[in-house]
Structure formats: C-alpha cells, structure tokens
C-alpha cells in the first residue's frame, strides 16, 4: 500500500468517527429553546422551568451551538460532554467562549435537563478575561 493510499485511508476513517462524536455531543431536543428562570436567590447553579411570559431578563434559550441569558449574555459553546446520561436526566460538560456586560470570558459548566422538564445551568469555573 503506497503512502498516499494509507493517508486517504486514515483520513476517510477519521472522517467517518467525526459524525459519531458530533452525534455523541448533541444535546437532546428536550434541551432547545426558551426556559424562564425560576425565581430565588443567585446561586452557581441556576434552574429554568417551561412557561409562558417569561420577563427577558429572566430568559435563557439553548441552541445546539450557544445559548444566550437575558439581554447581554451571549456564550457559543468550544465543548460539549455528555456526563453520566439516565432515563431521568441528560447532563453535559462544556465550555463557552461569552461575551456579556462588556467583557469576554470563558465558562466552564454544566448544563443538565430532567425529566420533569426543569433545565440547570451550573459555573463550575469562570475565567474572566
């Protein structure tokens, strides 16, 4: 097998795992769009419910490659992990690069659906930059 065979070889392998780990990182769709803060006091962990009427500031909407929270949150997610999935939850690891009260930083959390349709959203570590 000549050299240029084996480079296409490896390459058209790698190419064909790219879709499972992509597929492997997707969030489920339970996951997307629009969830309203549930009111109590600021904390690292941060619950959404489902409803109508949500007040802007109180919104986050998660798309498959960001989300966004309230009016000046923006984060496009650098990594995403599924950690420990069961039928009552789905939680993924991430980071995001954010942009947000006129400064850049990165995000490290958790975001984590259940089945009572109550989405969390965790900072484990924030660095400001």
């Given at each position: 097998?000549?050299?240029?065979?084996?480079?296409?070889?490896?390459?058209?392998g790698?190419?064909?795992?790219?879709?499972?780990?992509?597929e492997?990182?997707?969030?489920p769709?339970?996951?997307?769009?629009?969830?309203?803060?549930?009111?109590?006091p600021?904390?690292?962990?941060?619950?959404?419910?489902?409803?109508?009427?949500?007040?802007?500031?109180?919104?986050?909407i998660?798309?498959?490659?960001?989300?966004?929270?309230?009016?000046?949150?923006?984060?496009?997610?650098?990594?995403?992990?599924?950690?420990?999935?069961?039928?009552?939850?789905?939680?993924?690891?991430?980071?995001?690069?954010?942009?947000?009260?006129g400064?850049?930083?990165?995000?490290?959390?958790?975001?984590?659906?259940?089945?009572?349709?109550?989405?969390?959203?965790?900072?484990?570590?924030?660095?400001?930059?």
């Open positions: 097998m000549s050299m240029k065979t084996l480079l296409l070889a490896s390459a058209l790698l190419a064909a795992l790219s879709p499972a780990k992509a492997a990182n997707k969030f769709a339970e996951m997307l769009g629009s969830w309203c803060v549930v009111d109590g600021p904390s690292d962990t941060t619950p959404y419910v489902r409803k109508s009427g949500c007040v802007e500031d109180g919104k986050l998660v798309s498959p490659i960001s989300f966004t929270a309230g009016n000046d949150l923006y984060c496009k997610f650098t990594s995403k992990k599924p950690i420990r999935p069961t039928k009552l939850a789905a939680s993924y690891g991430f980071t995001a690069k954010c942009d947000g009260d400064r850049k930083f990165t995000w490290k959390g958790r975001i984590e659906y259940r089945s009572d349709d109550t989405l969390f959203l965790t900072r484990i570590t924030p660095e400001m930059g």
